[in-house]
T-cell receptor
């Protein structure tokens, strides 16, 4: 089936530094990548939608200069949290939509990244 | 406004019994899709079942079935013969049309299911 590989699974960084999270579609082409954020015991909140080769569309209230999304190829999308602060600590998860994405009607999730900013 | 509502923050069920997790939705689009996902403590999102708005029959996948009542805008998940491994957070989600004509998923607040031996 379709697989999205997300790395790193866990990262701890110092306040003020930047962190890059990668999502790779392993056996299909991800024409669209969704990036979600999930605080403990809360729901998944969509941050942005990116289509290969074009600028990401951010949800209301999400700072595009802080959460940089790049979707340069059909198999790779990255989320960079710039100048991270403790309040950015959260679980980030990507979801890919693309052709031949298996039986789950197109949405394949990565395994998530738990970011802790100290 | 497009919205997914899960009114049960937590549920208990005895092992081997059936349990129903509630989900209601709101949308004005005639075409939409409804999903259920399971999220164990490890955080991954596991797809369980899908129901399209035009599907005539309720979706079933093994021990999972979706009780789709279109007029009431509800899409409840039924898990039969609960197992200890079913203990997890369960999210209902709806596919909606986002910016740039891209379909995106919006999620409910989730229900934490605990299966008791």
């Amino acid at each position: 089936g379709a697989v999205v590989s997300q790395h790193p699974s866990r990262v701890i960084c110092k306040s003020g530094t930047s962190v890059k999270i990668e999502c790779r579609s392993l056996d299909f082409q991800a024409t669209t990548m969704f990036w979600y954020r999930q605080f403990p015991k809360q729901s998944l909140m969509l941050m942005a939608t990116s289509n290969e080769g074009s600028k990401a569309t951010y949800e209301q209230g999400v700072e595009k200069d802080k959460f940089l999304i790049n979707h340069a190829s059909l198999t790779l999308s990255t989320l960079t949290v710039t100048s991270a602060h403790p309040e950015d600590s959260s679980f980030y998860i990507c979801s890919a939509l693309g052709a031949a994405a298996g039986l789950n009607y197109g949405y394949t999730f990565g395994s998530g990244t738990r970011l802790t900013v100290v | 406004a497009q919205k997914i509502t899960q009114t049960q923050p937590g549920m208990f069920v005895q092992e081997k019994e059936a349990v129903t997790l509630d989900c209601t939705y709101d949308t004005s689009d005639p075409s939409y899709g409804l999903f259920w996902y399971k999220q164990p403590s490890s955080g991954e999102m596991i797809f369980l079942i899908y129901q399209g708005s035009y599907d005539q029959q309720n979706a079933t996948e093994g021990r999972y079935s979706l009780n789709f009542q279109k007029a009431r805008k509800s899409a409840n998940l039924v898990i039969s013969a609960s197992q200890l491994g079913d203990s997890a957070m369960y999210f209902c989600a709806m596919r909606v049309l986002g910016g740039g004509a891209t379909n995106k998923l919006i999620f409910g607040t989730g229900t934490l299911l605990a299966v008791q031996p």
